[in-house]
Nanobody
Framework: QVQLLESGGGSVQAGGSVRLSCTVS????????MGWVRQRSGQQREALAS????????WYAVSMKGRSYIARDTTNKTFYLQIRDLTPDDTAEYYC???????????????????WGQGIQVTVSS
């Protein structure tokens, strides 16, 4: 059974940073992408960043470019998303996600991810 477990959320002051972690278990697909999706209150889910297993190729949404970093630690089966320069607009439920890939199919929309964590809240106060 595939399980993804987020940690590292909470309350942060505007201008600060957050480092979200996702521990993965039971996921054995060698070709995959892992990523992060968030859902702000009243809005649709938004893919933020993803990383491919084949060569650590990364993708970032426009909202994340220049202020976030995604990385993975294969030894510990964990991947991370660090976001800096947070604003109240970053307040959301953040989900770590995973998808099985055969190559470089896009990992840029929430709908392609088959496996989801339960989500973790990040609240940014001004």
């Amino acid at each position: 059974q595939v399980q993804l477990l987020e940690s590292g959320g909470g309350s942060v002051q505007a201008g600060g940073s957050v480092r979200l972690s996702c521990t993965v278990s039971g996921f054995t697909a060698r070709r995959n992408c892992m990523g992060w999706v968030r859902q702000r209150s009243g809005q649709q889910r938004e893919a933020l960043a993803s990383i491919y297993s084949t060569d650590d190729f990364t993708w970032y949404a426009v909202s994340m470019k220049g202020r976030s970093y995604i990385a993975r630690d294969t030894t510990n089966k964990t991947f991370y998303l660090q976001i800096r320069d947070l604003t109240p607009d970053d307040t959301a439920e953040y989900y770590c996600v995973a998808a099985i890939r055969s190559g470089y199919e896009a990992c840029t929309t929430p709908g392609i991810f088959s496996f989801w964590g339960q989500g973790i809240q990040v609240t940014v106060s001004s």
